[in-house]
């Protein structure tokens, strides 16, 4: 089983590469606030047709360079409701 993460197009300067943006929401051990935490990981897009700012789910793969281990599946679907807006 592959890891699978949700986030969101940062950069897309780069050819075949885009930088997401993966926000965790984590609990404070002690205290239990709830905070956000936010990591990006450069991930693998051979057509290079995703654009920044859109949301996408991406998937652990092998090593494609030395910071490239996850690649792009696919954009997340948006309410018919927000896109009419």
């Known amino acids: ?10 950069s897309d300067k780069m ?9 965790r929401i984590k609990e404070h051990p002690r205290y239990k606030k ?18 920044q700012g859109e949301k996408v789910f991406i998937e652990e793969c092998r ?4 910071d490239k281990k996850w690649r792009v ?5 948006q309410n018919k409701k927000q896109q009419k807006s």
Do not use: F, Q
Not at 63 to 66: A, D, N, Q, R
């Open 15 to 23: 050819e075949k590469t885009v930088v997401v943006e993966v926000e």
């Open 34 to 51: 709830r905070y956000k935490e936010h990591k990006k990981y450069k991930a693998h897009s051979e057509k290079g047709d995703y654009k």
């Open 1 to 10: 089983m592959k890891n699978k993460l949700k986030g969101t197009i940062v």
């Open 73 to 77: 599946v696919g954009r997340v679907e």
């Open 63 to 66: 090593p494609i360079s030395k």
